[in-house]
Nanobody, 122 residues
């Protein structure tokens, strides 16, 4: 069974950090572009970061550029999103997804897992 499981979310104060994990089972993450997507309350889901295969090129939305870093650990079959300098507008559910290409920006449709909740609040 092909599955992606997100974890690492939580409640953090503005300016704080979190590291999200996207663990794969049933397939090899290194064969795909892996994206992180943000669903804020009342807004469309949007791609905020992506790491491409096989060259590991990385892409970021303007809103997170310089604050978030995506990386891949092939030994653990896991992709991470290091989130620094968190802002209240980063609040929402974060999902990861695998595809043959990267998507940065709004996205509709698709099949999504449970995601992991990030709340940035003082």
């Amino acid at each position: 069974q092909l599955q992606l499981v997100e974890s690492g979310g939580g409640l953090v104060q503005p300016g704080g950090s979190l590291r999200l994990s996207c663990a794969a089972s049933g397939f090899t993450l290194d064969d795909y572009a892996i994206g992180w997507f943000h669903k804020a309350p009342g807004k469309e889901r949007e791609g905020v970061s992506c790491i491409r295969s096989p060259d590991d090129s990385t892409y970021y939305a303007d809103s997170v550029q310089g604050r978030f870093t995506i990386s891949r650990d092939n030994n653990k079959n896991t992709v991470y999103l290091q989130m620094n300098g968190l802002k209240p507008e980063d609040t929402g559910v974060y999902y990861c997804a695998a595809d043959s290409y990267c998507v940065i920006g709004p996205i509709t449709g698709g099949s999504w897992g449970q995601g992991t909740q990030v709340t940035v609040s003082s």
